[in-house]
Structure formats: C-alpha cells, structure tokens
C-alpha cells in the first residue's frame, strides 16, 4: 500500500456517491479505483463520471489486489454480509451507520474484523465537529463536575416521498427502524461516547405522521446510565419546522447545550470562556482518522465495538416499546485476550 490507500465504494446510493466524490477531491486521503453497486448501470454511470472502474458487483471489487479499503454503503440489514466478506478479503472497511440492524449481526463483524486484523471503522461524522470534541474533553476532565443528567431531541422531518424513495426504507430487515435506527443513531453515539454506558432504558414508541412503513418515526426514551445519570431521548422524523438536533449535558459544576454542534449555553463554576470554532467537514475528518488507522498510527475514533453499544442501546429501546418494560440493553462482548 503507498501512503494513499486505494479505495472501493460499494452501494452508490445517496451516501455512497458522497464518498465517491470525497475521494475523488483533490487532497483527498485516499485514491478512489473502484466502484460497485447491485445495478451495474449505477456503477458504470459512477465509475465513467469519476475516472474509475465498474465492478459487477461487491464480490468482484472485493477481489481486486489493488483495492486496499471499502467505503460501505449499501443499505443497513446488508452491511454485515458486504464488511464481513470486505474483511474476509483483506480489506480494511469504512461502513456507514448503523454498524448494523441487530447486535447479533453487529457480532458477526466484530469477529470479522478480529479475524482479519483489518481496521474497521463506522461513519459517526459528528464526533468530528469542533464543538463536540471539546465537549468530550470537557466532560472527561470533570470540567462540568459529575454528570447529573442530559437530553437530547432529533426532531427532524421526512417526507412520506423520502420513505417511498427506496423499498428498504422503513423496514424492519433492512432499515432496522425508524427515527432512532436510521437518523437518531448519530446522536445515540454521542450520548454514549460522552456519557457513557446505558444501564436501563424505557420507551415508548408511535407512527404518527406516515404510512406504509413498518417501523416508529416517533420515540421517546428515558435512560439511566452506569454512572448514575439519567437521560431523555427523543428521536423523531414526525417533526416538520427545520428544528435543530438539541443536547444538553448537565453536572454539579457546569452545563452545556449544543443546537447542531453549535454551544448556545456553556455556564460551568470555574466561567470559563469558550475557545472559538471553525465549521469541519465532519465525513472528511472522519476519512482522514479512518486513513490514518488503516496507516496503522492510531486506532479509529469510533470503534465497531461502539458502534454495536449504540445498537444495543437502539435494540433495548425498541424491545421497551414492544412490550411496556424497562430493558437492559446488551451487555459489550468480553474482550479478546
Ligand atoms: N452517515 C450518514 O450521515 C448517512 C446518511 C445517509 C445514509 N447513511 C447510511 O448509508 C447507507 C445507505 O443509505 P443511502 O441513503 O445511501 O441508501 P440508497 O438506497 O440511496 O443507496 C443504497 C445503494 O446500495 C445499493 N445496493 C443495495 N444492495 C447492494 C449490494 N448487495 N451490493 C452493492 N450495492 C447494493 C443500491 O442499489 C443503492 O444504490 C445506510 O446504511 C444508511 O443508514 C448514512
């Protein structure tokens, strides 16, 4: 491999032509060569766009010697079929979120990746803001005293069109959910990386402003966390009026509340003043750690297994929501010696 991987993208969907063309930006960490999607007219459309070769299909990139990392962003229910065999392949792997739809199928590509000794990494581009790397140094230098509670609203809005677009949207198998699985899973990560582990959740769970759908475009969770803290959760695609993504972390000495990344409220004993931020390309940050993994420098800011923990939290919640009870969501898989 030279300093700049060679990359395949596999699913050429609304998120996947966005990689093509991040990697095909001058600068960019790695060098686009191949592209694949199950119809082979998207790919050739793709691939003849942006200089690169057409494959017939995930396998056959997968087989290519030049080929060092994937971007996979087929839909959610397939991503452990394509990683595992991605890194069965030899392949380090970018996948988009969810790192799947099931924490079972989760597990598959953990073993996947043990096996391999490749580095797998799943799209959570918010940890790459500014504003929310300071708001995980601050939380873990205790700047904010002990962690009481927080909140997080994703009120967002999808049109009925937006879930008839794709026939995997909205459904169980392939989708995985609804508001929390598909949209809310980005700030579920947050929450966890900044708050960590989930104790107990208890939610409830509507389809209130679609149809034809199989899954909830409304939920409600309450959680409390292992160290003590409780949190509220909203996640919703039932919300029209463009509302920004809401979180509020409060402790004993300071509290902070973002609106789409950006502070509105930093009050904390100490007053100290925030830093300034720029605005980042939050998916190209996050190609750039992913690179520097693959480089072997450092392992990815967001891990598979954290990724399964957001799952296993999703799973809890939906699990509440069927049967009217408090969940424990699944506990992490013992670590490797
Ligand atoms: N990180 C983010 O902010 C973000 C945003 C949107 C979507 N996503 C994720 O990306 C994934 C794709 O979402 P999308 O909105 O681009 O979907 P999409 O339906 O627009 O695209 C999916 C593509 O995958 C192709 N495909 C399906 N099965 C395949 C297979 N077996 N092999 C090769 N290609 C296959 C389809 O033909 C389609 O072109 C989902 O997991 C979604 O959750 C992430």
Avoid at 121 to 129: D, T
Avoid at 157 to 176: H, M, P
């Amino acid at each position: 491999m030279t300093d700049t991987p060679a990359f395949g993208v596999i699913g050429l969907g609304v998120i996947g032509r966005q990689h093509v063309q991040r990697l095909t930006t001058p600068g960019a960490p790695g060098r686009l060569v191949a592209v694949a999607d199950q119809h082979t007219g998207t790919a050739a459309a793709v691939a003849a766009e942006y200089g690169a070769e057409a494959c017939p299909g995930a396998a056959a990139l997968l087989s290519r010697p030049d080929v060092d990392a994937v971007v996979v962003a087929v839909p959610s229910g397939l991503h452990a079929e394509v990683a595992v065999a991605a890194l069965d392949a030899g392949k380090h792997v970018l996948l988009e979120k969810p790192i799947e739809v099931t924490v079972a199928a989760a597990d598959e590509i953990l073993a996947a990746e043990r096996r391999s000794g490749r580095v797998l990494s799943v799209a959570s581009q918010r940890r790459f803001a500014q504003e929310n790397q300071y708001l995980k140094q601050v939380v873990t230098e205790g700047r904010l005293g002990r962690i009481t509670s927080a909140t997080v609203e994703v009120a967002l809005w999808r049109t009925q069109e937006y879930y008839d677009s794709g026939a995997w949207r909205g459904t169980w198998a392939l989708d995985g959910g609804g508001a929390l699985m598909n949209q809310g899973v980005h700030l579920v990560d947050l929450a966890l990386w900044l708050l960590g582990d989930v104790a107990e959740v208890y939610a409830h769970t509507g389809l209130l402003a679609h149809e034809g759908i199989e899954v909830e475009d409304t939920v409600t969770v309450t959680a409390r966390l292992r160290s003590g803290a409780l949190m509220t959760f909203l996640a919703s695609t039932s919300a029209y009026g463009d509302l920004p993504i809401r979180m509020s972390v409060m402790g004993s000495r300071g509290s902070v509340v973002t609106e789409s990344e950006r502070i509105v409220r930093f009050h904390t004993t100490a007053e100290e003043a925030l830093p300034a931020f720029a605005p980042v390309d939050q998916q190209l940050a996050q190609l750039h750690d992913f690179v520097a993994a693959v480089r072997g420098e450092r392992a990815p800011l967001v891990t598979a297994a954290q990724a399964r923990a957001a799952v296993a939290f999703i799973e809890a919640v939906y699990e509440s929501g069927r049967t009217g009870r408090p969940v424990v969501p699944a506990p992490a898989p013992a670590p490797v010696r």
